[in-house]
C-alpha cells in the first residue's frame, strides 16, 4: 500500500470519528490514567514496605515515571473534552469542581482527584522544603485520591457498565487495594514490642 493510500485511509478514518474523536481520546486517556495511577500505587506501596534483611531493586525511577505519565494521561483524559461539541465544556467546567452541569458530584469527584494526585505527585519535587518526614505523612493521602479516582471512573465512566471494563478495573485496582488494606491492618495492630511490655 502506498503512503498516499495510506494517508487516504487515515484521512477516512478521522472524518469517520470525527463528531465522536474527542471524546473516544478522554475515554482512551481515562482508561490509561486509571492502568499507571493503579500500578504507580502498587509500586509505591512496595516501596515502603520495609523488609529487614530482604533487598530488592530500587523502585524510585519507576514510580516517579509512573505518576507523571497518570498526571499526562489526566491533562488529556480532561483537555480533550474541551473539543467535543456535544458536551460543551468549559475550561472552568474541567477544572473547578462542582462548575460544570454535566453530572456535577462525579465529574467533581475526577477534578478533586486529579488537583490532589497532582499536588501529592508533584510535591516530591519540594520534599527538601517541606520537609521529608513531612512530606512522606502528607504523601500518604495519594490513595485516598487515586480512590477518588476510581469513584469518579465507576461513577460517570462511559464504559463503567461494560463486563470488560470492571474486569479491567478489577485486574489493574486488585493488587495495590491489597497492599494497602494490609498496610491499614498492619498499622492498626500493635507493635509486637509493645504488648505484654511492662510499663517503664
Known sequence: MSVMNLLSSALTLVSQTGPHLFWITSRAAGIAALILSSASVCVGLLMGRRLKGVSGPDLRVTHEALSLATLAALAVHGLALLGDGFLNLSLTDISVP????????????????????????????????????RWRKLHRFTALAWLLGIVHSLGEGTDAGQTWFLAMTAIAVGPPLILLCTRWINSSSPSPRTVGAPGR
Open 98 to 133: 462542582f462548575a460544570s452541569g454535566y453530572k456535577t458530584l462525579w465529574t467533581s469527584t475526577g477534578i478533586i482527584a486529579f488537583w490532589a494526585l497532582a499536588a501529592f505527585a508533584l510535591s516530591y519535587y519540594a520534599r527538601r522544603w517541606v520537609g521529608v518526614k
